[in-house]
């Protein structure tokens, strides 16, 4: 800032402090949405845990499971589910997600992808990655209705074989100010995965009818459409925790940046009256 005028300095600090209330004013907006994307999740965690529980408890029970949804394959071709944001503004929110998914590939020629909010369409698109489908508008506000499509494209590609795995990468809202990237593996299914399944007596005798193999084609489905919902909410509401948090930083900055501002201002200011009171002085004394 050196050598900048009172005028130029005045006009900064203006420029900043616009910014600031539009920072504000999204932090306030993020805050609000982040309310009620945590009210969503905590209502859907219950539903989306039974499932699992119900699949893994099958799963733990019976042993010699033979479906197409448990047996493992020779992996040639990989599908990613992944969610990012329609917008930015949200700190790392977007980029650790798509970083999940290219450090896990083995051979990116080998892997499809089904993108979720803009920002993941733009980067795999742009970076010649092979995006079989994309879903925009649904990142903020997901309804069970596109977790069942998308599950839907998913499995249809598995069972036509044209995948050999579903991979499905989120962000889990571990607190307002930590999210964390996670990646579950959705087919095939494997015990564990969601972590131990405990033995519990209840379970321990339970017959499956007509088969588990039957109940197992009836729940999967559900089981991939509940866990991509329960992905998208915690998604949802990790991207309004990551946006408000990066508003309040931006907030923050903008506040220093204008003290530091106002504080060369006045000395800029001083500096020029003091020059003023100089040079009257001096004039002063050549009239003498």
């Not at 209330?21 to 219950?46: F, G, H, N, W, Y």
């Not at 997901?142 to 036509?160: F, G, S, V």
């Not at 800029?268 to 009257?280: D, K, L």
Request: charged share 25%.
């Amino acid at each position: 800032m050196a050598g900048m005028g009172t005028r130029d300095i005045k006009r900064k600090i203006k420029s900043v402090n616009n910014t600031r209330q539009i920072t504000k004013a999204m932090e306030l907006v993020s805050t609000a949405k982040l309310k009620r994307s945590k009210d969503r999740l905590s209502v859907t965690k219950p539903y989306f845990d039974t499932v699992i529980d119900a699949v893994q408890s099958i799963m733990a029970s019976e042993k010699n499971l033979k479906h197409e949804f448990v047996n493992k394959r020779a992996v040639e071709n990989t599908l990613y589910i992944v969610i990012t944001g329609d917008r930015g503004l949200c700190g790392g929110y977007n980029v650790n997600a798509m970083k999940k998914v290219v450090h896990d590939m083995v051979d990116p020629s080998k892997a499809l992808i089904i993108t979720i909010g803009r920002k993941a369409q733009s980067y795999f698109n742009a970076n010649g990655f092979n995006v079989i489908d994309s879903f925009e508008g649904i990142s903020e506000s997901p309804m069970y209705t596109d977790a069942q499509a998308i599950a839907r494209i998913a499995l249809e590609l598995y069972k036509q074989e044209k995948v050999d795995e579903i991979k499905f990468v989120y962000t889990n809202l571990v607190s307002t100010i930590s999210q964390e990237p996670v990646m579950l593996k959705l087919l095939p299914v494997e015990v564990g995965e969601e972590g131990e399944v405990d033995k519990n007596e209840d379970f321990e005798f339970i017959n499956y009818e007509p088969s588990p193999e039957e109940v197992l084609s009836f729940i999967i489905p559900k089981y991939v459409a509940s866990t991509i919902y329960g992905g998208l909410i915690d998604s949802a509401a990790s991207e309004q925790a990551a946006r408000r948090v990066a508003m309040e930083n931006a907030s923050n900055n903008a506040d220093e940046l204008i003290g530091d501002l106002t504080l060369t201002y006045n000395q800029a200011r001083q500096a020029a009256i003091t020059q003023e009171i100089a040079e009257i002085v001096g004039g002063a004394e050549a009239l003498k």
